[in-house]
């Protein structure tokens, strides 16, 4: 069975038109081990994306992924050239992990933070309680909130 996330990047980084254009990539550079864990853990090929713009007025759901490859190492950890080197990484150990996602949609209708907040059934979602953690699970029936909202505009 299939589960849901919300994954946040700011789109002047990489936005849901540039996951359009590429169709597919990868999720490199998270640096919370709890975010970590999901992506090293439990998400797996077929898992829906609700793809967050953050850092941007206002922030919001965008779209729509999804999850093609399950958690491996990430190569950025171990690359003294990234932005996301960590010196602790090894081969052995390396510490971080990514996923591999692939684009759905575009929202017809961007999904701002604010009509998260407000909306029946989105009281829960951690995006709403002011999480900062960029991968966080969402339960089906969020997902299919927001989904509806991105095709409603409402």
Same mark, same amino acid.
């Given at each position: 069975?299939?589960?849901?996330?919300?994954?946040?990047?700011? *789109? %002047?980084?990489?936005?849901? +038109?540039?996951? !359009?254009?590429? =169709?597919?990539?990868? &999720?490199?550079? @998270?640096?919370?081990?709890?975010?970590?864990?999901?992506?090293?853990?439990?998400?797996?090929?077929?898992?829906?994306?609700?793809?967050?713009?953050?850092?941007?007025?206002?922030?919001?759901?965008?779209?729509?992924?999804?999850?093609?490859?399950?958690?491996?190492?990430?190569?950025?950890?171990?690359? *003294? %050239?990234?932005?996301?080197? +960590?010196?602790? !990484?090894?081969? =052995?150990?390396?510490? &971080?992990?990514? @996923?591999?996602?692939?684009?759905?949609?575009?929202?017809?209708?961007?999904?701002?933070?604010?009509?998260?907040?407000?909306?029946?059934?989105?009281?829960?979602?951690?995006?709403?309680?002011?999480?900062?953690?960029?991968?966080?699970?969402?339960?089906?029936?969020?997902?299919?909130?927001?989904?509806?909202?991105?095709?409603?505009?409402?």
């Amino acid at each position: 069975m299939p589960r849901y996330w919300l994954m946040k990047s700011e *789109p %002047n980084t990489y936005s849901i +038109d540039d996951l !359009a254009r590429d =169709k597919r990539t990868s &999720w490199e550079g @998270v640096r919370n081990f709890q975010a970590r864990n999901f992506l090293r853990d439990q998400m797996q090929p077929g898992d829906g994306v609700l793809f967050y713009h953050s850092s941007t007025n206002p922030p919001g759901v965008a779209g729509l992924a999804k999850v093609v490859r399950s958690g491996y190492p990430d190569p950025t950890a171990r690359d *003294p %050239n990234s932005h996301y080197y +960590d010196e602790k !990484a090894t081969e =052995k150990d390396p510490r &971080w992990y990514m @996923v591999d996602i692939e684009f759905v949609e575009k929202f017809p209708h961007y999904v701002p933070l604010s009509k998260l907040g407000e909306t029946p059934g989105l009281e829960e979602m951690l995006v709403n309680r002011k999480s900062r953690l960029s991968v966080q699970p969402v339960t089906p029936e969020e997902f299919e909130i927001v989904r509806r909202l991105g095709h409603a505009g409402v």
